[in-house]
């Protein structure tokens, strides 16, 4: 366990009658800073993602999470407890990034009334995307310049030359 009793006595045995006193004891119970992340999985642009701040080894549900990031759709905390007593908080991010958003850094801060000061994590955006103004051309003999596709279609004979350039 993370708590202990101490118990204060007092003895005077050179005065008469002697003295000897014992408290009722006092309980302290220490808390560790908890172990706090963040979890964010193939961000992909255009499809909403959630980011996932956990805050484990927490005594009491007395908790806020507070996200920067790039807007501010968060869930409230939910909570589960632990075989020891503690607490796992944990609060969701939603989020629908965009290209220009990645290498963003994201902090969650987690705020407790036993902390001295929030515990916050950071994690980079890290998006991904298809590319960005794809430019495809084509040449029909070897010896033609690359020609862009005006449309989705280009006719080709069976057994000829198709040359395509992203």
């Known amino acids: 366990d993370t708590f202990s009793i101490f118990t204060c006595v007092v003895k005077v045995p050179t005065v008469f009658p002697p003295i000897h ?3 009722q004891g006092t309980r302290i119970q220490v808390y560790d800073l908890p172990e706090i992340y963040i979890r964010g999985d193939n961000l992909v642009a255009g499809h909403e993602s ?3 701040c956990s805050g484990k080894g927490l005594y009491d549900k007395d908790i806020s ?4 990031c790039t807007s501010t759709n968060i869930t409230a905390p939910t909570f589960e407890t632990d ?11 939603k989020i629908v990034p965009k290209v220009e958003d990645n290498g963003t850094v994201c902090s969650c801060q987690i705020n ?6 929030p515990v916050v994590n950071t994690i980079k955006l890290n998006i991904m995307y298809g590319p960005q103004d794809l430019l495809i051309t084509y040449r029909l003999k070897a010896v033609d310049i690359y020609r862009p596709i005006n449309n989705s279609i280009i006719f080709v004979a069976a057994d000829s030359f198709l040359e395509l350039n992203c």
């Open 112 to 117: 407790h009334s036993t902390f001295r000061r």
């Open 65 to 68: 999470f507070t996200w920067t």
């Open 50 to 52: 959630i980011l996932t």
């Open 21 to 23: 006193e014992k408290g």
């Open 83 to 93: 075989s020891n007593g503690t607490q796992l908080a944990t609060s969701h991010y």
